[in-house]
C-alpha cells in the first residue's frame, strides 16, 4: 500500500497475529509445532511485532510460545488466551517463568476465565465464584512473579509455595493480560495484573468505556498505566462475501453470551462479525486506524485466514507495514 511522504500518525500502538489462524488447516499438517514456528517465522520477516498463542485441545500454547521465542529472534510471544481452569497457579507460573527465560524477556501470559458453561462441562468444576476465582489466582501469579513465593489460603484456592519458585533468566517479571470485557474483569485486571486482552470490544466501546475503566482501576491500585491488547478481526481479500460468511459461522455462538453480548450492544453492532475487516488494504489500515485512536496499546490479530492463503500473506504483509509505521508515530512515511 502507498502512504503519502507527508503522512505522519499520532499514536504508537503495537500490531501482532494470534495461531493458529485457521485450525482446521492445522490440524491436517504433519506436525503442528513445526508448522506454528514456521508461521511465527513468517510473521517476524513480515514485521509484524508479536506472535500470541490460542490454548486449543492439542498443542499447550506456553509450551509452543517457549519454543517459538528461543527459536525465532527479534518478534515478542504470548498467550491469547490459556483458560485458568483446570491448572493451579503455581502450575501456571513454573510454565510461565520457563517462556520467559527462553525467550530472554519476549513472553506475555494472557489468561482468562473461559466460558462458564464450558468449563463445567468440559472439566466437571463445580460452580463457585468466579471472578474471585480471578482475583485470588491472579493475586498467587503477582506474588510467585514477583516475590518467588505465594502463601494464599483463599475462598476458592489454596497456594503454598514450600521452596523459592524465582526460575533464574526469568527477566523481567512475566507480565500478565486477562482476557476481559466487563466491569469486574477489567477491574481484575487493573488492580492485579498488567492490563487485559479485551474481546468483541469495537473502538467505540475501547475508547468510551474499557481504556478509562482499566485505566481508573489500575491508578487507583497505585499500579502503572495497563496495556489494552485488543483483540481484533480482519484479512484482505477480494472475496468479501465468502469471508463475511466463514466470520459469521466461527462467531455467532459468541453472540450468546451475556459478557461479550454486552460489549456488542455498547459498540452498537448486531453480529459478532460486524467487527470483523473484510476487503481491501486501505479497509483494514482505517480499521487499525480506528483502534489506535481508542486508546490501546497493542492489536492482536484473529481470523485472517478466513479467505484464501494468499489472502493471508497479503495481510500479513499489510499489518506488517502498519506495525513499522504505528512503532514510530511521529516519523515520516516512506
Known sequence: MAWSPAERLEYAMRIGVALPTDHRRLSAEANSVDTLIGEVRELAAAGLTSAWFTQRFDHDAITVAALAAREVPGIDVGTAIVPIYPRHPIAMSMQAQTAQAAGHGRFTLG????????????????????????????????????????????????????????????????????????????????????????ILSGPRTLAEYTVPTITRYAAAAGRPAPRVAAIVSGVVTADAAGARTRAEKNMEYYGTIPTYRAALDREGVAHPADLVAIGDEELLADQVAAYAESGVTELVYTQTAIGSAEDEHRTWRLLGELAARYADPGADAS
Open 111 to 198: 489468561v482468562g476465565l473461559s466460558i462458564k458453561s464450558f468449563v463445567e462441562e468440559t472439566y466437571g468444576i463445580a460452580p463457585h465464584p468466579r471472578v474471585r476465582h480471578l482475583r485470588e489466582y491472579l493475586e498467587v501469579l503477582r506474588d510467585i512473579f514477583e516475590n518467588g513465593t505465594a502463601n494464599l489460603d483463599g475462598e476458592t484456592l489454596v497456594a503454598r509455595t514450600p521452596l523459592p519458585m524465582s526460575v533464574p533468566g526469568a527477566r523481567p517479571r512475566v507480565p500478565v493480560l486477562v482476557a476481559a470485557a466487563g466491569e469486574q474483569t477489567l477491574r481484575a485486571a487493573g488492580e492485579l495484573a498488567d492490563g487485559a486482552l479485551p
